[in-house]
């Protein structure tokens, strides 16, 4: 660093902090310096940088600086008084942050008159510096107009989609894929996706594109068509007749989606699991060997965004990063009765099922 202050004409604490990309210099100095570090073969030690990082981290559990956990939603705790995940997004983080020295404090965009850019004032007025964006419904995805340069950032699922950040979210994707597959492997063939077309927005379409991608492998006739619904009050369960209708027209052997969703509309219909049509839940949220499913792990999500702000907190880098960085995280599988081995084939008569029940046939008429 010495070398570079000399070659640069400045003094090396210039050096040392442009090598650490801190705000306190001009972005122009800090990427004159670093190109010129770079040209003259300049590489950081790891062994001190470790060094560096464990008194930071040393300092911080005395010192206990804030991180931002901003969010979004209809009211100012609605998203952790009613959607599991995002309870367990906070849950994570929060821990998290405690064990690297930190306190996570919630700020709610809905407050009256905090604007982007009042709140982004408030956190520089603070000395905040990291921020986690979460629990944003897809009707509040406008820009967020912050003062990024003075910002460390990470963004929890899609929204809002601008500006463009790293993010750390459920591998929703993988996690229906895990499900189809799963019932493929018990002898399901004809397999269906049901949702309102909502759950689906909010992933950015993942979960359609997943199941999409797994009906290839299948062939023509097998392929059940996705069951997306119109779900404008988001009360959840499928119109009872819409999916009698599905039913009829595509047979299908197993369904894949939310217990709440389709469960209690299965049973008004009279339609038993796993005796009628198997069941995989992609949210399972209760692990008691009935319901099989994959349990995302939204706890690590939330873990994971602050572990990602604080590697960034550490190294100083502010500011939007030019090519956003998505990290995945994998649901984890588990058996339930629901999803038995699927028994020998049984054709569905036209305008209902055939009971699969102690192996005698009764047809059931899902019209009435």
Not at 115 to 129: K, M, N, V, Y
Not at 338 to 348: I, K, M, R, T
Request: charged share 25%; proline share 7%.
């Amino acid at each position: 660093m010495g070398d570079v202050a000399k070659r640069a004409g400045v003094h090396v604490t210039t050096v040392s902090l442009a090598l650490r990309n801190h705000a306190s210099l001009p972005p122009a100095t800090r990427d004159r310096l670093r190109r010129l570090a770079e040209k003259m073969g300049y590489r950081p030690d790891p062994a001190l940088s470790a060094l560096v990082a464990y008194r930071h981290r040393a300092r911080l559990a005395k010192d206990q600086p804030t991180l931002a956990y901003v969010t979004n939603w209809d009211t100012q705790w609605g998203w952790r008084e009613h959607v599991a995940a995002h309870r367990m997004f906070f849950e994570g983080a929060t821990a998290k942050a405690a064990l690297l020295g930190y306190r996570l404090e919630h700020f709610w965009l809905g407050e009256r008159g905090l604007t982007p850019r009042r709140l982004s004032d408030i956190l520089a007025a603070r000395g905040i510096t990291g921020v986690i964006l979460a629990s944003h419904r897809l009707a509040a995805d406008v820009p967020l107009d912050f003062d990024w340069l003075r910002l460390s950032a990470v963004k929890i699922d899609f929204f809002p989609r601008e500006p463009a950040m790293h993010n750390v979210t459920n591998d929703q994707r993988a996690v229906i894929q895990m499900a189809v597959r799963r019932a493929r492997e018990a002898g399901y063939r004809r397999i269906g996706l049901v949702m309102p077309t909502w759950w689906d927005e909010i992933v950015d379409l993942a979960w359609s594109a997943g199941f999409l991608a797994e009906q290839q492998a299948l062939p023509a006739a097998a392929r059940v068509p996705i069951l997306l619904y119109d779900d404008p009050e988001r009360e959840c369960l499928v119109p009872r007749p819409l999916l009698a209708e599905w039913l009829r027209r595509h047979q299908p052997e197993a369904i894949v989606s939310y217990e709440p969703f389709v469960r209690p509309q299965l049973a008004a219909l009279g339609v038993a699991v796993p005796q009628d049509v198997a069941f995989a839940d992609i949210f399972l949220t209760k692990v008691d060997g009935r319901t099989a499913g994959v349990r995302q792990n939204c706890h690590r999500v939330g873990e994971l965004a602050v572990e990602i702000l604080a590697g960034q907190l550490h190294q100083n880098v502010l500011g939007l990063p030019g090519i956003p960085i998505s990290t995945l995280v994998e649901g984890t599988w588990f058996e339930g009765t629901s999803l038995p081995a699927c028994p020998a084939p049984v054709a569905w008569p036209a305008g209902g099922i055939r009971r699969r029940r102690g192996g005698v046939p009764a047809r059931t008429d899902l019209a009435e």
